[in-house]
Nanobody, 126 residues
Framework: VQLQASGGGLVQAGDSLRLSCAASGRTFDTITVGWFRQVAGKEREFVAAIRRSDRRSFYTDSVKGRFTISRDIAKNTVYLQMNSLKPGDTAVYSC????????????????????WGQGTLVTVSS
């Protein structure tokens, strides 16, 4: 599976952005897809995921109510709609995919994902 993330940019606090993750080699309805973000010098952080088995969405607490993960099977693309962006959301965002259906306590673990796309930079100014 090859993943291609796009859609990052420089925005102001309160603005919105939509990130896209396009896949080739496998369709998104057969894999769990997640978004992670990383700031230089810090560990990679889980943001959101859609689980393969039941299409349930999961979010880290800091983005609940502001971010929405969705998928378009026809386009084989997963989106991360980010609203009410904050300076603390500034990071490199990467999408990842895995063949499994992790339980709730594991879906945020990078080790659950087998494939990673390159990151796209999101910068939120105050």
């Amino acid at each position: 599976v090859q993943l291609q993330a796009s859609g990052g940019g420089l925005v102001q606090a309160g603005d919105s952005l939509r990130l896209s993750c396009a896949a080739s080699g496998r369709t998104f309805d057969t894999i769990t897809v997640g978004w992670f973000r990383q700031v230089a010098g810090k560990e990679r952080e889980f943001v959101a995921a859609i689980r393969r088995s039941d299409r349930r969405s999961f979010y880290t607490d800091s983005v609940k109510g502001r971010f929405t993960i969705s998928r378009d099977i026809a386009k084989n693309t997963v989106y991360l709609q980010m609203n009410s962006l904050k300076p603390g959301d500034t990071a490199v965002y990467s999408c990842a995919a895995g063949a499994g259906s992790p339980i709730l306590s594991a879906i945020n673990l990078p080790s659950m994902y087998d494939y990673w796309g390159q990151g796209t930079l999101v910068t939120v100014s105050s």
